[in-house]
């Protein structure tokens, strides 16, 4: 399973990468350190909740968007969500759910 911190470092990546910056180069608008800046981005270091803020604010996003993080579920993980949301739907449901399945 993928800790907390490694979704974070994740998600910091993924925007950085959007924004086309390198490392380095968003460190030096945060005032970090490139290794600093690896090192969260690796999941091995937290940011300061200061570093944090300045994180978002050079890469134009919230709180919100580097939270929103459930497209890096792992494969078990996603299939138990999946299967916490069937186990409510009718007999009805879940034979055309199966039949949807079976098509892709």
Known sequence: MISKKE????RIKEFREKKN??????????GIDPKHLS????????????TLEKILDSLEITFE????????????????????RLINLSEEKLRFIFKMIKEI
């Open 21 to 30: 910056f390198t490392q380095d180069k968003l460190a030096e608008m945060v």
């Open 7 to 10: 979704l974070l470092g994740m």
């Open 65 to 84: 968007d580097i939270f929103q993080n459930a497209h890096f579920a792992n494969k078990i993980d996603i299939i138990n969500k999946i299967n916490a």
């Open 39 to 50: 090192r969260i981005e690796n999941g091995r270091n937290y940011p300061s909740f200061e």
